[in-house]
Every structure is written in C-alpha cells, then in structure tokens.
C-alpha cells in the first residue's frame, strides 16, 4: 500500500528557513499535499502539486517535487513563531476514491 | 460559511463501552471522509461518503466500527465495543469533490481507559 515518511520533529530560529521533507511510495500519486495542524485546530490545506510539476511557489513557501526520488519538500522562508505546527504531507492516488495518504507529521518548532 | 465541525471535541470512555462521534460537513459537500490519527503516528483513512453511500470503507479496522450518514447531510462514527486501541484523534473532512480541497474539522480526541 502506499506509504508516506517524514521526520518528526524540526527546531529553527525565528527568521532562518525551514525545510520539511517527506518520501512516499505510491508512483501514481496525482496530487502532493502539505497540511498544516495549529494546536487544538483541524487540519489546514497549506498548498499542493500535481505530480507533473517539479516546483510551487506561493509567497513565503515553496514546494519541491523530486518525482525521480518521490521526495516532496516543504521550504518556509523567514520563519515565524506562528509557524510553528505540526506539518503533514500528504498524497493522493490516481484513484477514482479520492483517498488521501497522510504522512506522521513534523513537528515545526520556532524559536525566537 | 461555517466549516467543518465535530462533536465532541474530546470523549473519555472506558473500556467496553459505546462512542457515537458526529461530524456536519461543510453545507453542499457531498463527500464526506473519516480519519484517525493514533499518537505520534500517520492520519490513517478510514472511510469516504458520497452523499448517503459508502464510497470506499477499506480503511475501516474492523467491525466494531459502523459509520453511518443518513440523509446524506451529518455522519456519524460508532465505536462498540471500545478498546484501548481505538484511542487516538478522528478527523471529518469533507469536499464538494474532483480535485477540491479536502476541508478538514478541528477533530475529536477518543481516550479509551
């Protein structure tokens, strides 16, 4: 079955970048996710990818795609305090389920 | 718009009893997902709603687990009978399908003693 990897935990200085990785198995995966969990919140859609593109930017976050390697990253320029969360990559499979494939989650931890 | 919500936002039961856990999705979203996270660990799928019908129960652990959404609007998430092991964070999301975001509720934490 499809299978999701990360680290658990990061530890940066408010201001430096963060770089979330994460491995998974599934070679038809459609779509690459990355959640973002405050503490007592659900969980938030932060961005995705299509598996046909290598790179995403959108403001202080970009998304890398190694589909070679399957390895996903999660780059975070000029780290905050509200920043720090528990980051969940995720994929989802060319399936017609829609089924979702979340990783253990990194826990993102800002030090000011 | 109001989001995604579940009730209770944390239930402690004991060992052998019933938990009903309900989930409202986002008005209009006709899929609706269960999750659970188990400490430290992945979130793991545990089934798919479309409207009323269940689209894909494979994540499921066994039979002591029974979703139900009639009516296609809330679902609930029957544990009977507990065990330890079911203790752990249950996810709703829901989502008006394709390839839309999956807008998750703020989860129920399940303590099992």
């Known amino acids: 079955g499809e299978d999701v990897e990360q680290s658990l935990f990061l530890s940066v200085r408010e201001g430096d970048s963060s770089v979330i990785n994460c491995t998974y198995t599934d070679s038809s995966s459609t779509y690459l996710y990355w959640y973002k969990q405050e503490p007592g919140a659900g969980l938030q859609l932060l961005t995705y990818i299509f598996s046909n593109m290598d790179m995403k930017q959108d403001q202080r976050l970009t998304v890398l795609l190694n589909k070679k390697d399957k390895h996903l990253s999660l780059r975070i320029a000029d780290t905050q305090t509200g920043d720090s969360a528990i980051y969940f990559c995720a994929e989802r499979d060319s399936g017609g389920y829609q089924k979702v494939t979340f990783g253990t989650g990194t826990k993102l931890q800002v030090i000011p | 718009e109001a989001g995604v919500t579940q009730f209770p936002s944390h239930s402690v039961i004991e060992k052998g009893q019933t938990v009903t856990l309900r989930c409202d999705p986002i008005?209009?979203?006709?899929?609706l997902y269960w999750y659970r996270r188990v400490m430290g660990k992945e979130i793991k799928f545990l089934l798919h709603?479309?409207?009323?019908?269940?689209?894909?129960e494979s994540g499921m652990p066994n039979n002591r687990f029974l979703a139900e959404r009639t009516g296609g609007t809330y679902s609930t998430l029957k544990v009977q009978p507990a065990e330890l092991e079911d203790s752990g964070v249950y996810f709703c999301?829901?989502?008006?399908?394709?390839?839309?975001?999956?807008?998750f509720g703020p989860g129920t934490r399940l303590t099992v003693l």
């Open positions: 999301a829901s989502s008006q399908g394709g390839i839309n975001e999956q807008f």
């Open positions: 709603f479309v409207k009323e019908s269940k689209q894909d």
């Open positions: 008005s209009g979203h006709d899929n």
